[in-house]
């Protein structure tokens, strides 16, 4: 049975947050990114934050548990000519600290996208998930996604 906690503050992430989030990633043992919080890595990171945080279509956000960084997500709406020009919104890089998972964190910040997305007028929320994370895809068929899809990529 999944613990409630005190509702998070969901907010933009800031680049005081880089650190933080960096570390997210770094403790996935399923995400297979290679993220590390070593020093040679930082320039790539800022980069990285730099170009989402100027891009008016994407935003990168952060919940907060007592002025502590415990998650994650990033939002992308983007325009497309299928559906008459609808707008799309895309949901990716949700991660929520693993001493923290099943406190129902992950199910704030997810509930939190759509309503974004809504506001911004998409029509639909697409996210992909590894496929070795099962727990995730009861997670997200919980909150109502579908599998719907297929999904594909390749290595560049």
């Not at 002025?67 to 020009?85: E, K």
């Amino acid at each position: 049975m999944p613990v409630t906690v005190d509702a998070p503050v969901i907010r933009a992430a800031r680049p005081e947050d880089l650190q933080a989030l960096v570390a997210l990633f770094a403790a996935d043992e399923l995400g297979g990114h290679g993220d590390t919080c070593k020093a040679s890595a930082r320039a790539d990171y800022r980069v990285a934050f730099d170009a989402i945080d100027a891009d008016p279509r994407t935003c990168l956000f952060v919940a907060e548990l007592d002025g502590r960084v415990v998650g994650t997500f990033q939002l992308v709406v983007v325009h497309s000519l299928p559906a008459r020009g609808a707008l799309r919104a895309l949901l990716e890089a949700v991660q929520v600290d693993a001493g923290l998972r099943g406190r129902r964190i992950g199910e704030a910040m997810v509930r939190f996208a759509i309503g974004e997305a809504r506001r911004a007028g998409a029509k639909s929320l697409a996210l992909t998930s590894n496929k070795v994370r099962l727990d995730a895809h009861r997670f997200y068929r919980r909150l109502g996604f579908a599998n719907s899809h297929e999904g594909f990529k390749i290595g560049l």
